[in-house]
């Protein structure tokens, strides 16, 4: 009878996996009626083959590309995959996986994993194209200490100049959620010291009522009708307090020329980009980076280095990143999550323009048209987009897109 009690156990055990950490995703519209899904899973120690399956009618599966990640803790899967959605006016994909996915041990009753995305595929009256998604990302865990606040802003830029909100999918105590998609830790005695796990949905929303279309069919939306839902989720650790919450102390932070959380960044096509983290020292300790970004990007002695290809041009990807820290006590700090957004031009120039002034100057009162001339008389081609990127008191640096 004990026998055949301990096989039964071990079956019951068999069919679960819990291991879950994180799942983030965004979609594109792609070429011949097909959505492109990329996607990342995160894992810990164990590796269950988990992908994304049609919950929708019409909708086949095509060319996908699976990179697998490992270190000594967790696995990370990062997964593109076309989608064929020629007679298919709604996109609806499940995390699924052979097993039952279920969440690490968390504190706040989360077990089963459960994670679908919305996608709206047919064309927009107001961009021509069909839509893209909000640029979701967010580090697989993150990290806060018991007795420090600590803010969690999730990227909230959209390809399509969409309205982004998110709402939690299931509410969470550890975390105060505004529809900004900034998240808030507020010390409390009632938030014991733990993992939770944190499920939000992303959406985005059109500035003005419009029409979806494709052949003789149509919708139309509102301005309060999203037109996708993704699901980020991730882990958050509340760990032991810390003896003093300055960033810079007994916290990692992050200096200049490190770039601001929501920095829009441009990069070129077979041109590496490289982002600058620079931190305030500290003793005592080891440091290190943790980033979320690009497949091919890698930190190179505290530069995030990635080189673009012909596949990324006209794309927005999103990169996130943290310090990590561990004292001699083994404990690990983590710094605030900072997001930026790195969008693919054909060629960028980056110009650094010193300006004398008369007056104050700020970067609202700088004619970039004027500029623009100026630069082009000193020999810069004159179909070049200029942007303004970045204002200090003593330089404006500007950065141009050639468009052929």
């Not at 996109?91 to 709206?120: D, F, G, K, M, Y």
């Not at 980076?289 to 006209?314: A, H």
């Not at 630069?375 to 500007?398: M, N, Q, W, Y």
Request: proline residues 6%.
């Amino acid at each position: 009878m004990w026998c055949h009690l301990l096989v039964l156990s071990l079956l019951v055990c068999s069919s679960h996996a819990s291991t879950f950490l994180s799942a983030v995703m965004i979609y594109d519209p792609s070429v011949n009626n097909t959505v492109v899904v990329r996607s990342k899973m995160t894992y810990q120690n164990e590796c269950p083959d988990s992908f994304w399956t049609c919950q929708s009618k019409n909708c086949t599966p095509g060319a996908s590309r699976v990179a697998l990640t490992t270190t000594n803790t967790t696995c990370e899967y990062d997964v593109e995959i076309y989608y064929n959605v020629t007679q298919t006016s709604k996109l609806v994909l499940r995390l699924s996986a052979p097993v039952v996915l279920q969440w690490i041990n968390v504190t706040n009753n989360v077990t089963e994993v459960v994670a679908i995305a919305h996608a709206h595929t047919w064309t927009r009256s107001d961009t021509g194209r069909a839509n893209a998604s909000p640029r979701a990302n967010v580090l697989p865990v993150l990290r806060v200490a018991s007795n420090c606040q600590r803010n969690v802003t999730l990227p909230t830029f959209d390809p399509d100049g969409d309205v982004v909100r998110c709402r939690y999918q299931n509410a969470t105590s550890v975390l105060k959620l505004s529809a900004d998609c900034n998240m808030f830790f507020a010390p409390s005695i009632d938030i014991a010291e733990g993992a939770y796990a944190v499920q939000v949905l992303m959406e985005d929303f059109p500035r003005q009522n419009i029409t979806l279309a494709y052949g003789s069919g149509s919708t139309n939306l509102t301005r309060e009708d999203p037109l996708s839902q993704i699901p980020v989720q991730f882990v958050l650790i509340v760990g032991p307090r810390a003896t003093s919450c300055v960033d810079g102390e007994s916290l990692p932070a992050f200096r200049v020329p490190t770039p601001a959380n929501g920095d829009h960044l441009f990069a070129s096509v077979n041109q590496t980009l490289k982002i600058p983290i620079s931190v305030f020292g500290t003793e005592n300790q080891s440091l290190s980076v943790l980033f979320s970004g690009p497949l091919d990007m890698t930190d190179r002695n505290f530069e995030l280095v990635w080189t673009p290809t012909e596949k990324d041009l006209g794309l927005s990807h999103p990169v996130c990143f943290v310090l990590q820290t561990v004292d001699f006590g083994l404990i690990t700090r983590h710094s605030e999550m900072r997001c930026v957004i790195v969008t693919v031009h054909p060629v960028v120039v980056t110009v650094t323009a010193r300006l004398q002034s008369a007056f104050p100057l700020s970067a609202d009162r700088i004619d970039v048209a004027q500029l623009k001339a100026e630069l082009v008389l000193r020999g810069l081609p004159s179909d070049i987009t200029l942007k303004l990127v970045s204002f200090s008191e003593t330089a404006t640096t500007t950065q141009s897109s050639i468009v052929p």
